[in-house]
């Protein structure tokens, strides 16, 4: 079993910051990726960042703004947003492509977390 926990959600005021948190936990061989989706309301599952291995990305509309960061030790990945705005609103969630130890190496599986709301207040 596998599990990913999110904290850090919050309602916070155009041009805040805030930062989530996102721990995976289990029967974990190896964390390959990690990343945030959000999705607003009405809409579809976005990318908002991701990292593997020494590689991070964004998707367009947060760069500058938003970076993400992985601590390795704890299977844990962070993602600090700064400068929000309204359409940042959305509940974000964390996913993780992770090697099982029942599966062994090579066998990546992902995972998701169960999502943390973040609202934007203008």
């Known amino acids: 079993q596998v599990q990913l926990v999110e904290s850090g959600g919050d309602l916070v005021q155009i041009g805040g910051s805030l930062r989530l948190s996102c721990a995976a936990s289990g029967s974990i061989f190896s964390v390959t990726a990690m990343g945030w989706y959000r999705q607003a309301p009405g809409k579809q599952r976005e990318l908002v960042a991701s990292?593997?291995?020494?590689?991070?990305s964004y998707a367009e509309f947060v760069k500058g703004r938003f970076t993400i960061s992985r601590y390795n030790a704890k299977n844990t990945v962070y993602l600090q947003m700064n400068s929000l705005k309204p359409e940042d609103t959305a509940v974000y969630y964390c996913?993780?492509?992770?090697?099982?130890?029942?599966?062994?190496?090579?066998?990546?599986?992902?995972?998701w977390g169960q999502g943390t709301q973040v609202t934007v207040s203008s």
């Open positions: 996913y993780a492509l992770i090697e099982t130890i029942q599966m062994g190496p090579n066998y990546e599986y992902q995972y």
């Open positions: 990292t593997r291995g020494g590689t991070r």
